[in-house]
């Protein structure tokens, strides 16, 4: 799915939630639903700065498409980074590099979650990016 489409696909999803508890728990359950996360990458050079929880997010490239992998010891960030995740995921490089989540503030997310938890989300698009930009360089 083209990045557009899959970030209106979100945006859409998100907004079907009317009340702030059924939008906390979709992001909870976004965390659910991630893969189990390899413990061996649970090292600082995968740890999400800038997260107050222990965050942690891998990346592998192939044909042509970054994946993500994470994880959290906190339910609501192990969501923040699975809804991160499902935009960003099987997504070209530029496309990453080029695109911030701008697009989170449609999801009204400071009227549901702390600061420190919305610095969280950036914390992790951030780590995203720089993962990106490193697979970038190494194909040089």
């Known amino acids: 799915m083209n990045f557009k489409k899959t970030v209106e696909t979100t945006l859409k999803s998100f907004k079907e939630k009317k009340s702030k508890e059924t939008k906390y728990l979709y992001i909870i359950n976004l965390g659910k639903s991630l893969p189990t996360f390899p413990e ?3 090292k ?3 740890k999400v700065l800038g997260c107050l929880s222990n965050t942690y997010l891998i990346s592998n490239y192939k044909n042509n498409l970054v994946f993500f992998k994470a994880t959290s010891d906190s339910l609501i960030s192990k969501g923040l980074a699975a809804l991160l995740i499902n935009i960003y995921n099987e997504q070209p490089l530029k496309t990453i590099i ?3 989540p701008y697009f989170l503030k449609n999801l009204n997310l400071h009227t549901l979650l702390s600061p ?3 610095n969280g989300i950036f914390s992790i698009y951030s780590l995203m ?5 490193s697979i970038f ?3 040089k």
């Open 40 to 42: 061996r990458e649970k």
């Open 44 to 46: 600082i050079e995968n």
């Open 98 to 100: 080029n695109n911030p």
């Open 116 to 118: 420190n938890r919305i």
């Open 129 to 133: 990016k720089e993962k990106s930009i």
């Open 137 to 139: 360089n190494n194909l």
